[in-house]
């Protein structure tokens, strides 16, 4: 979280309204200076299951969700920035795939919501399964929607990138598991887009993802070029393909 008031109470309301009830959820503040840190601190004093932390200087989001990753005890491991949402039976899908099939990574579709939680009628539809392989080329889990199994993978802390560090996560979570991750088709999270976010400055991207290959992976200057090559035909002809227009 950093100065989300506005939003962070829908969040976490959007976890503890989980028909899966057997969770907890550690709230991890990276040096707001708005009325963040208030509002969820109410949340984590009537709520044994809801843990705060907070950093005394920001960070960055590598560093905030390392922490958040560090102290969870479950055996699963989910992710959700503190301006997006789950839909109520995220993780009681999620969960009962993963016991189910044995697998040890798994995501699904989300949907695009405006600052003000209206629909944009946008959706990004999940892979049936997606490889260690393939997602090298493009990241195809959103963030909101992945979970891993981290009795079976060992905590994954990511490294220090601005932009573009939760890709390198679910790269290594796929290279640990050996298995493919399973897709769920139907909309599980809803994105919300935020004007001058990192996400919306499509400018700096191709930037972020290089550095993805050269500093999160260590490639060589030109294997990450190669790459990035890839990248830019995966991301136009194979990813767009995945963003569906609603009605």
């Not at 290279?175 to 139907?186: L, N, Q, T, V, Y």
């Not at 190669?226 to 035909?233: D, P, S, T």
Request: proline share 1%; hydrophobic share 35%.
């Amino acid at each position: 979280m950093y100065n989300n008031e506005a939003v962070i109470e829908e969040t976490i309301n959007s976890v503890i309204n989980q028909t899966y009830t057997n969770w907890e959820l550690i709230l991890v503040d990276d040096a707001s200076s708005d009325n963040t840190i208030t509002l969820t601190k109410k949340y984590s004093n009537i709520n044994t299951r809801i843990k705060f932390f907070e950093h005394p200087k920001n960070k960055g989001a590598a560093e905030a969700r390392n922490l958040g990753t560090k102290m969870a005890q479950g055996r699963y491991i989910a992710f959700l920035d503190a301006d997006d949402l789950w839909k109520e039976n995220k993780l009681e899908l999620q969960t009962n795939i993963l016991n189910t099939n044995k697998s040890d990574v798994c995501f699904g579709s989300y949907e695009h919501i405006n600052s003000n939680s209206q629909p944009l009628h946008k959706r990004v539809e999940a892979m049936h399964t997606l490889t260690h392989k393939k997602i090298l080329k493009a990241n195809y889990i959103g963030n909101l929607t992945g979970i891993y199994n981290c009795e079976k993978l060992g905590k994954i802390f990511t490294k220090d990138l601005k932009k573009r560090q939760d890709w390198l996560l679910w790269i290594e979570a796929l290279k640990r598991s050996k298995k493919p991750a399973i897709g769920i088709s139907e909309t599980i999270a809803y994105y919300r887009n935020s004007e001058g976010s990192l996400s919306s400055n499509k400018s700096n991207l191709i930037k972020h993802n290089f550095n993805v290959y050269r500093k999160g992976l260590g490639f060589s200057y030109i294997k990450s070029l190669v790459y990035m090559i890839q990248f830019l035909y995966e991301h136009l002809f194979v990813k767009t393909r995945l963003i569906k227009t609603l009605n």
